[in-house]
């Protein structure tokens, strides 16, 4: 008898570890987007902060 191609165990763990991966890939994305978003909200704050502070203190 001869063996083509991969075994069924083989095919199993390839495709599972490739799920895991393309899942693993889009949730990095998503969190990646997510900490831009809240990164730049807390920078446009601080700026924000900043400008009228400078601006109500007396000279």
Known sequence: MSVRGLSLTSSVFISTAAVLAAVLG??????????????????????????????????
């Open 26 to 59: 889009a949730t990095l994305v998503v969190a990646a987007r997510s900490a831009n978003g809240a990164a730049e909200a807390t920078v446009t704050k601080a700026q924000s902060s900043a400008v009228s502070t400078m601006l109500c203190t007396p000279i």
